[in-house]
């Protein structure tokens, strides 16, 4: 019996042992396993972190994205009301523009029509030039006789005077 105990004392050992070797073998595997849920626990953590960060880096873009298209907004508005405006003007300066056309076409005929008054009373107004250098000839002329006949008449006079003396002297 004493081989039995001693075989099973060694059987208990090399058993114990054995255990020993599988449970560090166990161990092992269990640390290795856990190592690597550790390093995909990390990289997990890392890419939640990064996609933490890009989610709050969109979220600022996106909000900057808001401000800016509540911006470019508000300046449509304000160029649709300019646009709305200047369309109001440009109709307004093309009724001035057709007025103003329309004037000018006015005082083109009116300006036609004195012109041709302005050449009417021009012609009569060569008449009557033509007529007063006519009427200064003639006075002229008559001017010219009028001391022609009265230098005749002075004369007469004269002699006649000269006759009146000397009839008187005649007399005396």
Sequence with gaps: MKNFQQNLLIILALGLCGLCAWQWYEQTVQRNEIQTQNGMLYERN?????????????????????????????NVA??????????????????????????IAQYKVAVDTLEAKLKDAYAGIDK???????????????????????TNRNDIVLKYNALVKQVESEQK
């Design 46 to 74: 890392a890419s939640i972190q990064g996609y933490t960060n890009s989610i709050t880096t969109l979220n600022s873009k996106i909000a900057d994205m808001d401000m800016r298209i509540t911006e470019l907004k508000a």
């Design 78 to 103: 304000s160029n649709e009301q300019t646009m709305v405006s200047q369309k109001a003007q440009i109709t307004q300066l093309q009724f001035d523009n057709e007025t103003c056309t329309n004037e």
């Design 128 to 150: 009557q030039n033509e007529t007063i250098t006519n009427l200064v000839s003639q006075r002229a002329d008559l001017v010219e006789k009028y001391d022609s006949l009265a």
